[in-house]
């Protein structure tokens, strides 16, 4: 009795709140990455070019903008296909979780760097902004490996009839960002510019769907999903677990 | 076998979660608008005259802060309404709809432009500022045309008892609101007033219900929701579709 | 057939999802008053002192923090009890709702104009204040009397069985608070003093429970509430509507 | 009758609603602990080396942020371990449950002073800003030890069948944070460091799973948690209520 009574420590955080509590985290963080730019204040002293001047310079800040939002807006959704998966919830998972977000909701700052550093004429500026830049998405990366791997070894808390080659293929692809941002912190040292770009092409490797998704996808849904009419708010339950191996991360 | 899986890339998003993650974004950025207006200091040796001039200067703030509410909130009913339709979802949609989220988002800092440049003595500064705004609600309007041009073609993420008339009409006005800004950049040329104006007056189209709307809708309400007793939350899942011409966008 | 089609205009947003919109609302507007106590900046040329002076202006900010939190906190009660009378929407509902949640999302800044101007020695800036901040409040509680008045005249969208002396009653109280305020803005001309001693009495007015109210409720619910078992969300559908005076606004 | 309509003041409120709302704090204010970082600005007449150490200057910032996240988060857990245990709500509950939620979002601002005061060499400052950030602390505590007492005595608001045993044992165990802070601030007068070592370390104690925790857990979860292969939410309806020592606070 004892012991079923502490392992349920956490029997009050269903996974169902917790994607809650971390869907509120993602979306605030995203919609503050606006806060980086900045409405530049008009004195009546001040000529109208100068003020112009002041907004011209807001333009890396866009493009940091960009960047930062799609960035985060892969983690959700990687975040959530994890989450489609993952039935229970522990202690430990839950501290991962945590931190996990702790890394996302960090994001606005090392934008507003890159923002302010990384598209001037000081190599030097630009190679720090681009490091904390790169490390804070590698630290991300990493505890969304850790989220995945701590979930599914052992089953622990996936369905045990999980494929064990898609368990396989996440926690292998799940590397591959944190390397891409490695060397993108190598190349920072050769050229910052080069780095940046790097930062621009990565995430259009999760965005762009693959050749065999384009053809299949329109063939395969309308042999799982029939026609429903009821109106449902898009909880379709009878998806038992896409296994594609673009799913997660 | 494996056409299946790949196909399910995303079956961890279901539209609800979309929506719930969509509802965030579009909630914060109506509430970080409030950012905009800016609390003078007081420093013991400003005369209260002073501060005062200060507090004045907030007004543009103010009539920005109140159009860019109606707006996301315009926004936020289409999305809505769109997703009222909308079944499925897909990769290639659930990043049409973070673009659309992200150009949400960002209204915030041309609203604060808006605020600061538009209603002063510099029509070049306002100029700028109109045209930043209404460049940014242009491409919320073609992110939000994108979405359900997307949704509905082919029947791609709807249902196939959709009426064809509707998902055209609603195509056809969603460009509306591009022209109408695109109307009033031009405007801004000659009169950085006149084109503020249109800015005001627009959103009213999609506020004041139409004559027809005014006189129908206590009737066919008694025939379609008979009384409820229970203590449902809202969800009626009665109502199969409206299909009015003005319910999207 | 085109009649019920137009009428259902916004059929996508149930009061399900209203209330979920505007709680994100709510909750972000509260939480962003934080934003309005300034961390003083530690330069190393400065004395601690100095320092320590800096912090001591963010008393009256603190003061405000915890008023307007509070009135924040009673708007969102008075909103969600409304909401548990109100079954259905239509398009106008819809904007009176977006125009109240325009007004509460705007009190960061009256709130930040209160910690700054109204404990100093300048009567002047006080009154201001206290001024655009009970008239932010006036029009909040005019928007919430709006929306109870304009679901329920007619049993626009409210069931039929609804206690007419109930709503009678709510449509009378929440008068009171605007005459309140009224009242605080005459008293700012003669003491500024004053009308901040109403600011900070009036919200216990809410919060305080009545003399038969505490009495009565532990007997009652024993009564009305049996025991349940179940894991429940705490989504109570077996409670049928409160109907006493105290629970709107 | 009168009775009953009375009792249900607060009848929209379910807990379920509550925890909605709190939890929409709870992230906000998780969120914002990041504006708390400051990104220099560049100036075109600075030296890279100027810049860099402004940078530089945020590192206590970043600590605070990691400590403040944390604490955040364990604040968070404890109050939805509360409510899994909370099955009703009254108009008392509900105020102790908003006044438990400005202390929350109130941290952000020690959180920002902790970053600016703490670690730099005035012993002044640092213990100032030791003592605001520990009473906050204090403060959150005691709230959330009143929600728990007032919930559980007399069985209030709970169910009938909840362990006593366990009631007091979450009664006393809420007192031990308190106890340390207050002993921190004690410590803050001999050795701010030592203060702030203690802030870094006492967090632990609600992370690090307990020896016996570790290895009960997953034989416990076998017998308790059957394969479920249902999609569901996670949102677990056989678990009863985990009576574990460790789980609330």
Redesign the interface.
């Known amino acids: 009795m004892i ?19 971390s ?15 900045r ?4 004195l009546p002293s001040e000529s ?1 070019g100068n ?2 001047d002041q ?1 011209r310079t807001q333009w890396p800040n866009l493009l940091s ?2 960047l930062s ?2 960035i985060i ?1 892969i983690y ?2 990687a975040h ?13 998972f ?2 991962i979780n ?1 931190l996990l ?2 890394c996302v ?2 994001i ?2 090392p934008a ?2 890159l ?3 990384s598209f ?1 004429e ?1 190599p ?2 630009a190679r ?1 902004a681009e490091i904390i830049y790169a490390s804070n998405l590698i630290l991300t990366n990493l505890m969304l490996s850790l989220l995945w791997w701590y979930a599914t070894s ?1 089953h ?1 808390l996936v ?3 999980i494929d064990p080659h898609f368990v396989r293929t996440v926690n292998r692809r799940n590397m591959t960002a944190p390397v891409v941002y490695l060397v993108s912190i190598g190349l920072s040292f050769l050229s910052p510019l080069a780095s940046l770009i790097v930062f621009f092409l990565f995430p259009l490797y999760y ?1 762009i ?2 050749h ?2 384009l053809h ?6 309308t ?3 029939p ?21 997660i991360s």
């Open positions: 012991r079923l009574r502490r392992s349920q420590a956490v029997a009050g955080l269903t996974t169902g709140r917790i994607t809650a509590f869907d509120g985290v993602f979306s605030i963080a995203i919609t503050l990455l606006v806060l980086n730019l409405v530049p204040t008009v109208p003020v112009l907004l903008y960009i939002f799609v807006g959700w959704i959530h296909n994890m989450f489609h998966y993952i039935k229970r919830s522990n202690r430990a839950l501290w945590i977000l702790m909701a960090f606005p700052f507003g760097l923002g302010q550093f001037i000081q030097l500026l720090v052992d622990r369905d045990q009839d965005i769907p693959s065999i998704d299949l996808t329109p063939t395969s849904r042999k799982e999903e026609k429903e009419h009821e109106d449902s708010t898009g909880e379709d339950s009878s998806i038992t677990g896409g296994e594609g191996e673009e799913d």
